[in-house]
């Protein structure tokens, strides 16, 4: 299995409330994604990261920002939670060729009351 | 902006049978696809990409898939379903565009397999 542990694996949290969820690698991989999964929807991108410091926005990132201080953790913080972020929160990480798959973490199931 | 459509949000099958789960997809430059299945309470796991070699790829768990670019598809099968095969399917296609080749995946087909 690809080295990527998401950290909580579940959290029940309250509305307005900020979360984060981390994610760490051991791979050493450039890239890092974060996506929700949701009935009806597969997965959607939040934001992505190229680089240490370098993210971007994707399909829906509202709600959402990241951070990436080191290559190896990338962050996803909710600021003020609301209950249509209750979701599962996958991490996926790929290497330099943009031939290469990415590989996902085992999720965060978040849960917002 | 590419897209992906999987045809099927459920798909049953008696074990032995034939497994075909539908992709066809959208891109405006030579896609690189996948097909990842997830087992429940389990993150995304690949099952075989194809990257603009051999059309037709296979992957593990015996499964298979053709690029048919006359159709825009990309078709997953295998020959005799497994119990164990029971999961859900995504297909998805990168844009290959950008600093991150970005996947936009399709909303999944959950696979049954009856005794």
């Known amino acids: 299995d690809a080295g990527i542990t998401q950290s909580p694996r579940h959290k029940v949290t309250e509305t307005g409330t900020p979360v984060t969820l981390r994610c760490h690698q051991t791979e050493n991989h450039r890239y890092m994604y974060w996506y929700r999964q949701d009935p009806g929807h597969g997965l959607r991108l939040i934001h992505y990261?190229?680089?240490?410091?370098?993210?971007d926005k994707g399909e829906v990132s509202d709600g959402y920002s990241v951070s990436r201080s080191k290559t190896e953790d990338f962050l996803l913080t909710l600021e003020s939670a609301t209950s249509s972020q209750t979701s599962v929160y996958f991490c996926?990480?790929?290497?330099?060729?943009?031939?290469?798959?990415?590989?996902f973490g085992d999720g965060t199931r978040l849960s917002i009351l | 902006a590419q897209s992906v459509t999987q045809l099927g949000s459920h798909v049953s099958v008696s074990e032995g049978a034939l497994v075909l789960l539908r992709c066809n997809y959208s891109s405006s430059v030579p896609p690189y696809l996948f097909w990842y299945v997830q087992y429940p309470n389990q993150g995304l796991q690949l099952l075989l990409k194809?990257?603009?070699?051999?059309?037709l790829v296979k992957g593990i768990n015996g499964f298979e898939a053709e690029f048919k670019k006359s159709e825009t598809s990309f078709h997953l099968t295998k020959p005799s379903a497994h119990m164990s095969d029971a999961a859900e399917y995504f297909c998805a296609v990168s844009d290959r565009t950008g600093t991150a080749s970005k996947l936009t995946f399709g909303t999944g087909t959950r696979l049954q397999v009856t005794l």
């Open positions: 990261s190229y680089g240490v410091k370098d993210t």
């Open positions: 194809y990257t603009s070699a051999a059309t």
């Open positions: 996926a990480i790929r290497g330099s060729a943009d031939n290469q798959p990415q590989h």
